[in-house]
């Protein structure tokens, strides 16, 4: 089972942040959490993943709490390009290991 | 560079039917995995290749389906005597063995 949960789905006006939140409340102290998108007909894209620290990249920077329960997926000027399912995966420390996918968060971006 | 292909794109065919869907991946990378997606649903994990270790099939729904992965590259999923339910999308990836996972454009497979 997935050990994360997600809304299902969310709007956000293009040219703003898009905040997207998920809760990872079992996490263990060595799991990583890590996102993907799956834009409409395509295969899955990975974004970003991390440990417990705040990480960026050139697509979108990820804030985990301190107390590594919950995290979100900031998307800071969001197009829309990135209308699309983002998955939040916690994963184990031997990180190549299967993904086990949950349901997601629908992204709509709105013109 | 290019990135992980999969053919054929699409597969339809007749219910009972054998078929074969066969992954590229990226060169280099020495982890392979098989995930399905079914119409309106997530991603189901069906099976992993991590270099010339036995193969994870955890994720296979029944006997009727295999993959294999030749000389650590190419693999091939087999789905024996085809179901209405096998229809799907078979999405196949790749990892260098630092987590993320290289996705290829998926299968789409209609089982008549």
């Known amino acids: 089972d997935a050990k994360t949960t997600q809304p299902p789905s969310m709007d956000c006006a293009e040219g703003r942040a898009a905040n997207l939140p998920c809760n990872h409340s079992t996490i263990s102290g060595n799991e990583y959490v890590y996102w993907y998108r799956q834009i409409h007909s395509q295969g899955p894209q990975y974004i970003i993943h991390g440990l417990k620290n705040n990480e960026t990249n050139e697509m979108a920077s990820l804030i985990i709490t301190e107390d590594r329960k919950s995290s979100t997926l900031i998307l800071p000027h969001a197009t829309l390009r990135d209308t699309a399912v983002y998955y939040c995966?916690?994963?184990?420390?031997?990180?190549?290991?299967?993904?086990?996918f949950g349901k997601g968060t629908r992204l709509h971006i709105l013109p | 560079g290019a990135g992980v292909s999969q053919s054929p794109s699409n597969k339809v065919t007749e219910k009972g039917k054998d078929v074969e869907l066969r992954c590229d991946p990226i060169?280099?990378?020495?982890?392979l995995y098989w995930y399905r997606q079914s119409l309106g649903q997530g991603l189901e994990f069906l099976i992993y290749f991590q270099g010339n270790s036995a193969p994870d099939k955890s994720g296979l729904p029944s006997d009727r389906f295999s993959a294999e992965r030749t000389g650590g590259s190419v693999s091939t999923l087999t789905i024996q005597r085809t179901q209405q339910e096998d229809s799907a999308v078979y999405l196949c990836a790749s990892s260098p063995n630092r987590g993320d996972q290289y996705f290829g454009p998926g299968t789409r497979l209609l089982v008549l």
């Open positions: 995966i916690v994963r184990p420390p031997n990180r190549d290991d299967k993904i086990i």
């Open positions: 060169s280099g990378h020495t982890a």
